[in-house]
């Protein structure tokens, strides 16, 4: 059998023991090399990668090594005509180097500045928030609130007004430090590394929102030192990154990071002490006073030319009916801010009140579908008999009572 380098053999052992064979796919040589490349002395095996008589099919590798076999041999071309002999000249020295793959940082010349929309109001704690952007100063800030108040999109059109480059990041159970850091990609038949989002925002200057970050999992504790605002170590590409003046961080969530007591948001993790108290700030934001609503939901209606003021305060006077009794635990569902802008959404394409606020109701359960329905009927009565109309049903009339 051939006999491989010290740092080649080093890997196939490690490998071995781990219960490896050949072929390897790109995600087992990263975990390879994770988990023993520093105690064992070798580094990323371009030997293997970059080795096309190696390569059996996309990001699949044969390693017959593993299974105690010689490595594959390229087969050698057609002998051509023997050229006429040369004088004999000194043979090059051939230096074999264990090298990581080629490196490409996946930044590009556009912007990464959002648009503004027409349609945002203003509210909560956007004053607070957009101060801490315009600072230039790192501090970390946490949003916590129930959904569809506005949280994320406060973050972007701060940015937006402010034409500061925004990058958002969906927190999963799933997310990792490779989703989050950046990781190797096999582009055109290379592997080249590609920054992820995180580096992106800290060589722009940009802000990073970590989008409902209580979904995630102790593998997000790869961010510490970005939650400092100091420099991170990439020990793939033996690389150190540093915040670019003006970065900082966002994070949003349902919950304040304390879990999840009453099953209302699914996945919702305990987050580590560590990690929330990194964070400089935290606000809490609720929904919006009924005026500020009322506005945001006008503001809709004249984006896609349905202006309906009538309507308007009757989708905002009945959603803060159900908010309140939601508070005081009346019931276990609310209706947010974004459920009125799609009522909006669906009043303009069905030009029907009773129907857009039966969809934007429709998936809860029975019960509650058919209280806030009922309470809708009683806070526009107009609603059931033009409803009533349309479909060719009778009004048998409605009750003044809150079915609550």
Not at 108 to 113: D, E, I, L, P, Q
Request: aromatic share 8%; charged share 25%.
């Amino acid at each position: 059998m051939t006999k491989l380098t010290k740092k080649r053999q080093a890997f196939i052992d490690a490998a071995s023991a781990a219960g490896y064979t050949s072929p390897l796919n790109r995600a087992d040589v990263v975990a390879i090399v994770d988990e023993f490349g520093d105690s064992h002395g070798f580094s990323w095996p371009s030997w293997i990668t970059a080795d096309m008589n190696r390569r059996l099919d996309r990001g699949v590798f044969d390693v017959p090594e593993l299974n105690g076999q010689d490595a594959p041999v390229a087969a050698k071309p057609a002998a051509a005509p023997a050229p006429a002999p040369a004088p004999a000249a000194p043979a090059p020295v051939l230096k074999t180097v264990e090298t990581a793959p080629q490196t490409q940082f996946n930044l590009t010349a556009g912007s990464y500045v959002p648009d503004r929309l027409g349609t945002y109001v203003p509210w909560g704690h956007f004053k607070d928030v957009e101060a801490i952007i315009k600072s230039g100063i790192f501090a970390p800030t946490f949003i916590t609130g129930l959904p569809g108040n506005g949280k994320t999109t406060m973050a972007e059109q701060i940015c937006a007004r402010h034409k500061r480059e925004f990058f958002r990041v969906n927190i999963t159970a799933m997310t990792d430090e490779e989703d989050l850091i950046g990781g190797f990609r096999l582009v055109d038949g290379e592997t080249v590394w590609q920054d992820g989002p995180v580096v992106h925002a800290m060589k722009r200057g940009g802000i990073l929102l970590l989008d409902e970050v209580d979904q995630g999992t102790p593998k997000m504790m790869c961010l510490q030192p970005v939650l400092e605002g100091k420099p991170i170590f990439i020990k793939k590409i033996n690389q150190w990154v540093e915040p670019a003046k003006g970065f900082t961080v966002v994070c949003t969530a349902n919950t304040k990071g304390q879990g999840d007591a009453d099953g209302r948001f699914a996945g919702a993790q305990v987050l580590n002490g560590a990690f929330l108290d990194r964070m400089a700030f935290t606000f809490e934001q609720g929904y919006p006073a009924v005026a500020t609503e009322k506005k945001i939901v006008k503001k809709n209606m004249d984006a896609h030319g349905c202006r309906d003021d009538e309507f308007a305060d009757m989708l905002v006077r009945w959603a803060d009916i159900i908010r309140q009794s939601f508070y005081e635990g009346s019931v276990d569902e609310v209706v947010t801010t974004r459920r009125l802008i799609d009522a909006v959404s669906a009043f303009h394409i069905f030009g029907d009140r009773l129907k857009a606020v039966e969809l934007v109701i429709a998936r809860f359960d029975e019960d509650t579908k058919d209280a806030f329905r009922s309470l809708y009927t009683k806070v526009d009565g107009d609603a059931v008999t033009d409803n009533a109309e349309a479909t060719g049903t009778e009004v048998l009339g409605t009750d003044t009572k809150c079915p609550f």
